[in-house]
């Protein structure tokens, strides 16, 4: 008798044991370094506004959904940029920085400076 006992808590341990090892709520995939960045992202590219002499360069530039704008300062002041339409406002960055914006809806968005309102630019997507 003790020996049956034995063995069914041997066989139902070694299926419980089994059938651990072979789950895992992560699909079987276990990220030992998340710190690591993949080495085959992509660089991100897209449609440039150059900022200069306090001004976007286009004014107005037309993109296709699913683009990305990229703007870089080119004066030695900081500046950032404000979407109200998307409820936006980027980090100010300095001269030499960039902001990129993917636009996933097709429309006109206006936006500024927020720093220096004067400063008005249009992304079109179509």
């Known amino acids: 008798m003790f020996k049956r006992f ?3 808590g041997l066989v139902v341990t070694a ?10 709520s992560s699909g ?3 990220n030992t370094n998340p710190t690591a960045a993949p080495s085959n992202v992509p660089v991100q590219a897209g449609k440039v506004v150059s ?7 286009p004014a107005s530039l ?4 699913g683009e990305t ?7 030695s002041v900081g500046h950032n ?10 980090p100010t960055f300095a ?8 636009f996933n809806s097709a429309g006109t968005y206006d936006y500024s400076c927020g720093i220096h309102p004067s400063m008005k630019g249009t992304i079109v997507v179509q």
């Open 69 to 75: 704008v990229i703007w870089t300062n080119n004066d």
């Open 62 to 65: 037309t993109i296709k959904v």
């Open 81 to 90: 940029i404000a979407i109200s339409s998307l409820n936006l406002v980027s």
């Open 28 to 30: 079987g995939y276990s």
């Open 15 to 24: 299926v419980l044991g089994f059938s651990s090892c072979n789950s895992s």
């Open 95 to 102: 001269a030499g920085g960039t902001f990129s914006q993917m």
């Open 6 to 8: 034995l063995i069914l």
């Open 51 to 57: 900022i200069s002499n306090f001004a976007f360069d």
